[in-house]
C-alpha cells in the first residue's frame, strides 16, 4: 500500500517515470500476495494496475496502458460479479478508463461498447 501511495505522490508531483516504477514495484508485490491470498489481495492489485495504466497512458505508452487495463477491468469484472455492493463503481471506474485508452489508439466502437457497458452497471 505505501508504494501505492508514493506512486500516486509521485504523480502529483509530474515525476511519472518515478510514479510508474514505484507502481510496478507495488504490483509484483501484489501479484504474489494475490496468488497466495486472492480474497485479501486482488482488489489491490486491480487499483494498482489501474494507476498503472494511467501512469503508461500519461507517459504515451498506450498500448502497455491498454493491456495493464485490460487486467484490472478482468480482475474487477470477477470481483463485482462475487460482490457487487463492493466491487461495481470500481468496475465502472475501469471500464471508464479502457474506453478512454481505447478512443486514444483510435478504436472508438470498442470503446463505446466498453462505455455502454459501463453505462449499463450504474
Known sequence: MSLNNQSNRLSDLGRLDEALAAIEEALTAYRQLAARRP?????????????????????????????????????HRMLAKDRPQFFSERLISSLRLLADILDSLGRGSEAEQVRSEAARLQ
Open 39 to 75: 480474497d485479501a489481495f486482488l482488489p489491490y492489485l486491480a487499483a494498482s494496475l489501474n494507476n498503472q495504466s494511467v501512469f503508461l497512458s500519461a507517459l504515451g505508452r498506450r498500448e502497455e496502458a491498454l493491456a495493464a487495463i485490460e487486467e484490472a477491468v478482468t480482475i
